[in-house]
Nanobody, 123 residues
Framework: QVQLIESGGGLVQAGDSLRLSCAVS????????MGWFRQAPGKERVFVGI???????YYASSVKGRFTISRDNAKNTVYLQMNSLKPEDTAVYYC?????????????????WGQGTQVTVSS
C-alpha cells in the first residue's frame, strides 16, 4: 500500500520561506514522478510543479523562480522549497505520485495523493 505523508506547512509572513516534505512508502520511490498541487479556499486544485523520475523539474508560471522541487531517492522523500512567499500562495498543498504521467498538470494522471498540508501567508 502506497502512502504519502506530508509535513512542513504553517503560518508565515509575506517574503518568508517554507519547505514542505513528502515521504513515500510502499513502493519504489524512484518509479514515481512526484507532483505538487495546491488548492486555495473555494478554488480548484491546481498544478504547482513536478519532479520527473530522472530528477528534472517543471513549474507553473506562478511559482517559477520562487519554488524549487528536489527529491532524495535514498530517503524516499520529495521536497518543495518555497521562497519569497506571497499571500496568494495561501492554500492546502498536496504531493502526488504517478508512475505514468502523460499530462503533468492533470490530477487524474497521478495515482497516489498525500493528505495535504496548510500553508498560510500573511501580508
Amino acid at each position: 500500500q502506497v502512502q504519502l505523508i506530508e509535513s512542513g506547512g504553517g503560518l508565515v509572513q509575506a517574503g518568508d520561506s517554507l519547505r514542505l516534505s513528502c515521504a513515500v512508502s510502499g513502493r519504489t520511490f524512484s518509479s514515481f514522478a512526484m507532483g505538487w498541487f495546491r488548492q486555495a479556499p473555494g478554488k480548484e486544485r491546481v498544478f504547482v510543479g513536478i519532479s520527473w523520475k530522472g530528477g528534472s523539474t517543471y513549474y507553473a508560471s506562478s511559482v517559477k523562480g520562487r519554488f524549487t522541487i528536489s527529491r532524495d531517492n535514498a530517503k524516499n522523500t520529495v521536497y518543495l522549497q518555497m521562497n519569497s512567499l506571497k499571500p496568494e500562495d495561501t492554500a492546502v498543498y498536496y504531493c502526488a505520485a504517478g508512475e505514468h504521467i502523460a499530462l503533468y498538470f492533470s490530477i487524474s494522471d497521478y495515482d497516489y495523493w498525500g493528505q495535504g498540508t496548510q500553508v498560510t501567508v500573511s501580508s
